[in-house]
């Protein structure tokens, strides 16, 4: 088993299950974890607690309810952590000079912004501080890692762009197989078959073109052949950057939120 230090999950809703599912399959060790939500649903496993425990800080504290809630937890929760608490935030949004000032007690604050894929350790996971020192990061990146690609970024503005893509991006992902599958009933298939090649055939590509280190282009320009079908279908996709445009106004809107989200956690 991998050991984890003490540690609290301040809200364990889909991330932080997600999270706790992949380091479950890595052999993690939660025997020094606490899961403090007010739900007090249990977690397989897992110590589950209604409220703040009256127990010694612990060594991570994980931040994975909504940014919306923070300023509600903020206060009940920074007068129990110390000085040997990294605090490991996942909220959307919320910058490290806010979380700061609301933790001013703190070891070191690391943020992180992982996409749901952790629980198959397919993920990526995004991280960035002001104050991890170098062993920390060392440290960070390799429980990390056990779930998938990580990325330490430079900045948060770097951060912002990963989360943009990976954090959000298995809904949209997930939004083109849906129409996929439609596109595929549309044209006689039954709802559960169009769904399952839909899903296999992303799934495949992607396994694929990371398999041989292909370029898109180059996985479109095989399967696409001179006049043909597919690249019939690609002039659809590829007018006026179509699709291109498409991605980017919803990168955009997301982003645009986010810096709602920063905005509204300064304010408090
Ligand atoms: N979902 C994603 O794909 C994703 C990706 C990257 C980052 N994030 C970030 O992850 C965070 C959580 O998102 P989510 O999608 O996991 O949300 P979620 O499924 O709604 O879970 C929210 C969790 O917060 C708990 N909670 C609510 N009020 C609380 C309080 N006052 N004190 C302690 N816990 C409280 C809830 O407790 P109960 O379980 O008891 O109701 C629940 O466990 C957000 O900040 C989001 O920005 C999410």
Redesign the pocket.
Known sequence: MIPLPPVWF?????????LIEGWKKAEVDFSEAVI??????PVDGIRTV?TIPDEPSPLRCV?????Q?LH??APKLAPRLSSTTVLV??????EVDTLRALFPAVQAIVRI????PVSERRGVTALYSKDAEPGLQQRMLGLFGLLGRTHWARDEAEFAAI?AVA??G??YVARFIAALAKAGEERGLAPGLAQAIALETVAGTALMAEARGETMDEVAGRVASPNGTTEAGLAVLDAEGCLDRLIAETIAAAAERGRQ?AEDARKG
Do not use: D, E, H
């Not at 931040?63 to 940014?67: E, V």
């Not at 912004?113 to 749901?116: G, H, K, S, V, Y």
């Open positions: 301040v809200g364990c809703g889909q991330m932080a299950g997600a403090i939500r007010p739900s007090g649903r209604r931040l994975g309810f909504k940014p809630a509600a937890v935030s996942m909220l959307a949004g919320v912004m992982p996409n749901l989360g954090g959000a298995p809904a989200l």
